[in-house]
């Protein structure tokens, strides 16, 4: 996308700048959801999850069951890109039309989580993430769901961050087309609650 | 995530359901962008791109410079994934929280794009997915731009979809639990437009 107004940032596990960090955890932490690309017998697989982040390192869950879990928490090399897509950018050209984000992607090499205060930990966060201090709220899981819950760690070895932002940049002699021009700002935004109609009259909220 | 409530679409090239491909092409079709992931060397990468579908194909764009397209159009297997983030499924335990969503991950080998008529049809059908008619408003590519810009064709060979809606599913033991339960509805809107100021005085939308 336009160089002008892109931004970049980079960082590696033992080269820091923690400027760099920051700009790359903002953005982890304003998702709910990651895409995460793996290979297995050389066909690449990209998938949805929910994740949360501790620290330098990214939390993935599933069920025990899940076959793509099983994979990786064989130690594979995985990429964990996260994307907000905040406008389209209407040029007056074909040619310079953009679209305003931030991403990142992080790479390390997932490990399963045994550890029970770990695992726990984790869990928690990725509740809470949902709805703040969530996991206060629900049940807390028993040892059973534990056991049907698979939970991989992903220490980021390597992360880079890139950005887009502002109006478009058009060729100067373009300006003077009779054409609309300017960004389309999108954000992804909460409606009103919807109650489980289960929840027992005694308990609205 | 819970399986009563969600829902899987299979497409093979040979093997195909209307009623599949239908599923698979209005979730590809919501969607500004997608996640492309492929392999250099044994390493994984999922980056973020606009995208288009005419048909059965996808098709991703960028510089000439860019040195993604510049290993993706040497015949590379990707896997082009779009997500839709519908909601958030808060239940009573924390184990059966979930999200709801839509997404399809597509499986081809990326092509250069070479005949003329097919890279603009691909360009225009780029721009007008970022608003209705725009390749029509904006000022066409010329031979220059067409020359820095890539253009790469994924014919999907195989593709899946995997959908969640609706309430979370809860234990029959926790239904009377004095915990709120239900969706949190999400959805990507866009806000008032931006104009960009150097928009001519006479030429204001």
């Avoid at 400027?19 to 990209?46: K, M, N, R």
């Avoid at 629900?138 to 698979?150: H, I, S, Y």
């Amino acid at each position: 996308m336009d160089a002008p107004h892109a931004e970049r940032a980079l960082v590696r596990r033992d080269d820091r700048a923690a400027y760099d960090w920051a700009t790359i955890f903002a953005i982890l932490d304003d998702a709910l959801l990651c895409h995460v690309g793996f290979s297995v017998e050389g066909q690449v697989f990209v998938l949805p999850m929910a994740f949360a982040r501790i620290g330098e390192t990214l939390y993935l869950h599933g069920g025990a069951a899940s076959r793509m879990l099983k994979v990786l928490r064989k130690g594979a090399p995985v990429c964990v890109t996260v994307t907000h897509l905040d406008g389209l950018v209407l040029a007056r050209s074909a040619f310079h039309h953009s679209m305003n984000y931030r991403s990142v992607a992080a790479f390390g090499t997932a490990r399963e989580v045994i550890d029970a205060d770990e695992k726990a930990r984790a869990l928690e966060v990725l509740v809470d993430r949902m709805d703040p201090d969530r996991s206060k709220v629900a049940r807390a899981p028993n040892a059973r769901e534990l056991a049907l819950t698979r939970v991989l760690a992903v220490p980021i070895e390597e992360a880079s961050a890139k950005s887009r932002r502002g109006p478009p940049i058009d060729d100067a002699e373009d300006m003077a087309l009779d054409v609309w021009a300017g960004e389309v700002p999108l954000r992804l935004v909460a409606s009103e609650r919807v109650r489980d109609g289960a929840v027992p009259r005694a308990n609205l909220a």
